[in-house]
């Protein structure tokens, strides 16, 4: 399985890894996600949510280094189950709570 983070310690946000961060990511980034849909929603120009998106981008990729900073090695086994089991979340149910217990959702 390919790592969770890069060489320089930046999250790699494969399917697998965004899948397994989903429930954090909906809460802590809710307020960009709301932001960028709101604007999408308004203007279908998609020039004109570029600044939006990147908020959302940022916020997303700043859950998943912290996470992967705070809960290592569950996270990994989490998002390597994932990975071998191409994202179903039933067949990885011991992994997923082992990693929401090290870093619960707030």
Avoid: W
């Amino acid at each position: 399985m390919a790592s969770v983070v890069d060489a320089a310690g930046e999250p790699i946000p494969t399917s697998s890894v965004l899948m397994s961060a989903a429930k954090h990511i909906e809460i802590k980034c809710r307020p960009e996600n709301v932001e960028f849909l709101k604007c999408k929603k308004k203007d279908p120009n998609p020039e004109k949510c570029l600044d939006k998106g990147r908020q959302a981008t940022r916020c997303a990729l700043g859950v998943l280094k912290d996470l992967y900073q705070r809960c290592k090695d569950p996270m990994e086994a989490y998002v390597g189950c994932m990975y071998y089991h191409t994202n179903e979340f039933d067949l990885c149910r011991k992994e997923q709570h082992a990693f929401e217990k090290a870093c619960p959702l707030d």
